[in-house]
């Protein structure tokens, strides 16, 4: 069965700090990996990835897939109030039109 | 704002009811896909349709049923309503294979 697996489940940092968020996949037939992020209600896109090492930046946000170690991280540098939000990784699957969605990371920062 | 619109916003209902959502995908993106959100199970597909036809199903229900129709908006039914059917309920479209951009969500309360 595809998995997806996010850590950590929720995390509390203060304003500034840089944050890391970690999503391992396990899935038949890898085709690409997506970072969403939600904050009330829709989730809103953030990055697609497909090749391993390369990273794909916007703004403060970066993030690098790992397809050899099925993993790829979500970096936030200076952390801001508006950064919280659940953080969610999902890996879409060769034929089988679908994304399959981690649990999600819960960040929270405190000013 | 991701242009993909949904209706209603929020709907109560009780057990054994009958529910029709609606969403209109953003112009120009053929497919549809269908999720459940819930407090304890994250997101979950449940369906996905390509210019009228399923192309891919999730654990989508036998109570639940959806379909697209030729103007490409698309309708997720749900019926004999159970207290745990209870949940956001989100439509996303896109013209890439992977990269789906979510409406507002449905929130579905049974009572």
């Known amino acids: 069965e595809d998995k997806v697996v996010q850590s950590p489940l929720s995390l509390v940092v203060h304003e500034g700090d840089t944050v890391t968020l970690n999503c391992s996949y396990e899935v038949t037939n890898f085709r690409s990996l997506l970072w969403y992020k939600q904050e009330k209600k829709a989730p809103t896109f953030l990055f697609m990835l497909?090749?391993?090492?390369i990273e794909k930046k916007s703004g403060r946000l970066s993030s690098i897939l790992d397809k050899k170690e099925l993993f790829s991280i979500l970096n936030i540098t200076a952390t801001q109030t508006g950064d919280s939000a659940v953080y969610l990784c999902?890996?879409?699957?060769?034929?089988?039109?679908?994304?399959?969605f981690g649990q999600g990371t819960r960040l929270t920062i405190n000013p | 704002d991701s242009g993909v619109t949904q209706t209603p916003k929020h709907l109560i209902t009780a057990t054994g009811q009958r529910v029709t959502l609606r969403c209109s995908p953003r112009?120009?993106?053929?497919?549809v896909y269908w999720y459940q959100q819930s407090l304890d199970q994250g997101l979950q597909f449940l369906i996905h349709?390509?210019?009228?036809?399923?192309?891919a199903k999730g654990n989508i229900l036998e109570r639940f049923s959806a379909q697209q129709f030729p103007d490409l908006h698309s309708e997720l039914n749900l019926s004999s309503l159970e207290l745990g059917d209870s949940a956001l309920y989100f439509c996303a479209s896109s013209t890439s294979a992977d990269t789906q951009y979510f409406g507002p969500g449905t929130r579905l309360t049974v009572l």
């Open positions: 497909t090749s391993s090492g």
């Open positions: 999902a890996v879409g699957v060769q034929g089988a039109q679908k994304l399959v």
């Open positions: 112009s120009g993106d053929l497919s």
């Open positions: 349709y390509y210019n009228g036809e399923e192309r």
